[in-house]
């Protein structure tokens, strides 16, 4: 091993290592510096000893931002939309041809290089099918954006060409959902439209992303695949099975002047009795025919009133249900019931295992209804207990719920609700027989079918 240290007028000395010293760790790295950075390292994450950066590290850094940004522009620019033409078959082709290129040329392989030719050929010939530019005016109508289930959703693609030369056919794609439905738009003249009709299934409920519309340009084997969005995207709601109640309800929602309750008052609008005046009282409230038959001083007395408030908990616990179909079933009772209340302009609120609805209009009450799914982790216990601990001034609550609450829980999520609030629950399983009957002070119902709803409740107000 030798060491030379050599020293220049106006330079630093400087240290050349050869021989073994040269790989303490690694080659070409001093023994003492090796040994250095760890325990320089160590330090500056003590706080020990601060590490600068050299002027020009910032610009060097900078400009490398640039460059980034740069590069990632023309990828989007350029790149991208290149590679996207490119289709499932189009890339395995590519593949093919990058392979069979290089076994033809690597070990001379005649019948390899044809395969990469013909390949080759495709691409190209795959590309004039995609070139080209189209004008259109497209335009997605649905008639209506709200339907229940099961009724007819019908929509139209209106295509008007707005090019000046005339248009060559080509391919419509309108996505429904997870599903795509595909229309045939024939030569288009300047000026001349097109207008195809179309139906939804709504067997079920859900919302469904109507779009966008886009044009496709395709080779006939599918290699290359170009795609023009032309509209946005519309939401069709499928909302849940409704029925109208009518006169089932009046016998526990009462009028809008609120239900008594037993906690006396010295002023409200609902008048109870007289009793004695008392030094406080407002003279206002003097009853004076009575005072003057008496003798006596003589005030009313009023019981306290208070609007009609309907609280709904649904729950929404897959666990509680058979299947599908009773979950449908408790969703439809539950909006059926909170229709009701919006059409006689009472107080609502809907409390779900997954978070309120919506309940300002009924409008926003099934939309918001339309989007609940089954869920895990809150049972009807709970579900009572936060309905009630959010609704305490309620009127009356409905626990809708399914066929696999016990009756033991069913009686303690009754405890949950304050004393003076009517509580029904309807367990609702498809198939059921409609049956009342109650534990305590709460009316438990069970509903078969959404169609029983009306008379079930009449049955509940008896």
């Known amino acids: 091993m030798t060491n030379r240290t050599s020293k220049r007028a106006g330079t630093r000395p400087h240290t050349r290592t050869t021989g073994a010293a040269a790989e303490p760790g690694r080659r070409g790295i001093p023994a003492a510096f090796s040994r250095a950075v760890p325990v320089l ?22 400009g490398a931002r640039r460059v980034g940004r740069a590069t ?23 593949a093919a041809v990058v392979v069979l290129a290089v076994l033809g040329l690597s070990l001379g392989w005649q019948e390899a290089g ?6 080759t050929l495709l691409l190209v010939s795959a590309v004039g099918f995609v070139l080209g530019r189209s004008a259109y005016d497209v335009d997605l109508d649905l008639t209506r954006t709200r339907v229940a289930v099961g009724d007819r959703a019908v929509g139209a693609v209106t295509v008007a060409s707005a090019a000046s030369r005339p248009l060559r056919p080509a391919s419509l794609e309108l996505p429904v959902g997870a599903a795509t439905a595909a229309f045939y738009l024939p030569r288009l ?8 009709l179309f139906t939804i299934p709504t067997s079920r409920r859900t919302v469904l992303t109507i779009g966008p519309v886009r044009s496709v340009r395709a080779d006939p084997l599918h290699l290359l695949r170009r795609e023009v969005t032309w509209t946005e ?79 709904i908990g649904l729950s929404t616990e897959a666990s509680e249900y058979d299947g599908e179909a009773d979950l449908e079933l408790a ?82 999520a009754a405890a949950w609700v304050p004393v003076g609030i009517r509580t029904l629950a309807v367990r609702c399983g498809a198939g059921r027989p409609a049956a009342r009957a109650t534990i305590g002070d709460l009316v438990v119902l069970t509903v078969g079918s959404l169609d029983e709803l009306g008379s079930v409740l009449r049955r509940a107000a008896s």
């Open 114 to 119: 044809v395969g990469a030719i013909f390949g």
């Open 331 to 412: 969703i439809s009772v539950a909006t059926s019931i909170g229709l009701q209340a919006a059409r006689e302009q009472r107080n609502l609120d809907v409390i779900t295992s997954s978070g309120p609805l919506r309940t300002r209009t009924g409008r926003t009450l099934l939309d918001d209804a339309t989007r609940l799914t089954g869920t895990t982790g809150m049972a009807a216990v709970d579900l009572a207990r936060t309905t009630a601990e959010t609704l305490p001034n309620a009127s009356v609550i409905f626990f809708v719920v399914g066929m696999h609450v016990s009756a033991a829980d069913l009686r303690r």
């Open 41 to 62: 390292g160590a330090a500056a994450r003590r706080g020990a000893v601060r590490i600068t950066r050299h002027p020009w590290y910032g610009r060097v850094q900078g």
């Open 189 to 196: 003249e300047p000026g001349q439209s097109y207008e195809d």
């Open 72 to 94: 990632g522009g023309l990828t989007r620019r350029y790149v991208r939309p290149v590679v996207g033409v490119v289709g499932p078959l189009g890339r395995l082709v590519v």
């Open 233 to 311: 995207p519309v939401e069709l709601f499928v909302h849940p099975r409704t029925v109208g109640l009518g006169a089932s309800t009046p016998g526990f929602i009462r009028d809008l002047e609120g239900l008594p309750t037993h906690d006396l008052a010295n002023t409200d609008v609902s008048f109870h009795a007289l009793r004695d005046y008392q030094p406080g009282d407002d003279r206002r409230h003097i009853h004076w025919r009575s005072t003057a038959r008496t003798g006596t001083l003589m005030v009313r007395q009023f019981e306290q009133t208070r609007r009609s408030h309907i609280g």
